[in-house]
């Protein structure tokens, strides 16, 4: 029997990624996995997983700032699964720039998915997970969110806000055994991080004691244990995965 056989994870963000990773981790480990994007991709996502892993999984198309998106991704994973045991709120967007030279529409785009996108599928979630009197919540949140970053005041702030909702959601919920924890990855090595020039590489490698990049399956490994019965007695944390860069 494997790790999660039985558990349905609802994964926002998941077209590709951090979350897209996520997704197959836990289809790995035996989990029906749903998965939810803006873009149409993300049924293409789902069919490679459900081949691959020899699972249940399902693409769903779907906006995080939208309250009936995120209630209808909930009821379609009913409708598939008859129940929600694990939801991970991995969407977000960055939309950098220094202060003065950031516009209002980029602050308020990047709180609104990072943030509000994960306040809505919370409350969308926690409908059914507190009739269920069992759930885990984990959101993801970011190494900037608790050092601050030049440039993403936006990012930052929203990623704050996330640690923030966690504590918050995992008193309201802990009667009804829904664990509610946050993740921080630190520099994962993604397409973005790929495309660095070395100098700037080399830079930011001095500032891990690790010495290097995290990868995206050390942040999945995080959220699975957050989601297991190894955590029960975990709730309202952010565990960072950032190789030691804030301690």
Do not use: W
């Amino acid at each position: 029997m494997k790790r999660f056989d039985g558990k349905t994870a609802l994964i926002t963000g998941a077209q590709r990624g951090l979350g897209l990773e996520i997704a197959k981790h836990f289809a790995l480990h035996g989990a029906n996995t749903v998965l939810m994007d803006v873009s149409d991709a993300v049924i293409g996502a789902a069919k490679e997983i459900e081949f691959k892993f020899q699972t249940k999984s399902i693409g769903l198309k779907g906006d995080v700032t939208k309250i009936a998106d995120c209630a209808n991704i909930v009821q379609k994973t009913l409708d598939s699964f008859f129940k929600l045991d694990i939801l991970v709120n991995n969407a977000g967007i960055t939309r950098d720039n220094l202060v003065l030279r950031m516009n209002e529409k980029d602050f308020d785009d990047v709180i609104n998915i990072n943030l509000k996108g994960a306040f809505l599928m919370c409350k969308a979630a926690a409908k059914t997970m507190l009739k269920q009197r069992e759930g885990r919540i984990i959101n993801i949140s970011s190494v900037v969110g608790q050092m601050g970053n030049a440039g993403q005041a936006n990012y930052s702030a929203s990623k704050a806000g996330i640690v923030g909702l966690t504590k918050s959601l995992a008193r309201e919920f802990a009667s009804r055994n829904i664990l509610v924890n946050a993740v921080s990855p630190g520099f994962i090595m993604t397409k973005m991080t790929e495309n660095l020039k070395e100098e700037a590489k080399e830079k930011l490698l001095e500032m891990i004691p690790l010495k290097r990049l995290g990868m995206p399956e050390d942040v999945a490994k995080a959220v699975l244990f957050l989601s297991s019965d190894d955590s029960s007695y975990i709730t309202g944390q952010n565990i960072a995965v950032n190789g030691g860069i804030y301690l």
